[in-house]
């Protein structure tokens, strides 16, 4: 199984908008709303922050959201922080009843 | 406190064999799958498997399948990961987690650094 797809990097100023795409095949992130995303700041291990598409663990600021169209999963942070500077991770249930994460995208606040 | 606890640091040869631990607490570890994910130096995160201890039901990545072995000791509240005969490759940091019910991971032991080097 191939890993889902992310940009490298993605950048904003503080109080701005991004957002990070994520994208699989119909046997994994189009056939199923099991997407997550995890932060992972350096040195740290992962924070799961959406999980089932769009949903928000307790604690996890309401700056976060996530959607998905077909095959495609996205994570938006509005109101750019400081502390949103980190490594983002997606990752999808597949067809093999196994995980697949993406690639990775830095995030760097400027 | 629900928390996941992995075991130290370990350098180990080529050709050596190794069993890292990730100890949960604060939570009934049978009802709760647990799942291995491996970080290259520099690299994204790798799923390796997965185990549910309350059947020793267990899953692994194609990827990582006859690679490793996946294990837990109820009794103990323990997962294991292991390897038969390591690579200059499987140098990583190797994170546990709990998988919560929608396959997501909620709960992350602070991860077991390996490096094989001769």
């Known amino acids: 199984q191939s890993a889902l797809t992310q940009p490298a990097s993605v950048s904003g100023s503080p109080g701005q908008s991004i957002t990070i795409s994520c994208t699989g095949t119909?046997?994994?992130?189009?056939?199923?709303?099991?997407v997550s995303w995890y932060q992972q700041h350096p040195g740290k291990a992962p924070k799961l922050m959406i999980y089932?598409?769009?949903n928000r663990p307790s604690g996890v600021p309401d700056r976060f959201s996530g959607s998905k169209s077909g095959n495609t999963a996205s994570l938006t942070i509005s109101g750019l922080q400081a502390e949103d500077e980190a490594d983002y991770y997606c990752?999808?249930?597949?067809?093999?009843?196994?995980?697949?994460f993406g690639g990775g995208t830095k995030l760097t606040v400027l | 406190e629900v928390q996941l606890v992995q075991s130290g640091a370990e350098v180990k040869k080529p050709g050596e064999s190794l069993k890292i631990s990730c100890k949960g607490s604060?939570?009934?570890?049978?009802?709760?799958?647990i799942g291995w994910v491996r970080q290259m130096p520099g690299k994204g995160l790798e799923w390796m498997g997965i185990?549910?201890?309350?059947?020793?039901?267990?899953r692994y990545s194609p990827s990582f399948q006859g690679q490793v072995t996946i294990s837990a000791d109820k009794s103990i509240s323990t997962a294991y990961l292991q390897w038969s005969s390591l690579k200059a490759s499987d140098t990583a940091m190797y994170y546990c987690?709990?998988?919560?019910?929608?396959?997501?991971?909620?709960?992350w032991g602070q991860g077991t650094m390996v490096t094989v080097s001769s």
């Open positions: 604060g939570y009934s570890f049978t009802s709760y799958w």
């Open positions: 089932e598409v769009s």
């Open positions: 185990i549910y201890p309350g059947d020793s039901d267990t």
């Open positions: 987690a709990r998988r919560s019910g929608p396959w997501a991971f909620d709960i």
């Open positions: 990752s999808s249930y597949t067809s093999s009843s196994t995980v697949v």
């Open positions: 119909s046997s994994d992130v189009g056939g199923y709303n099991y």
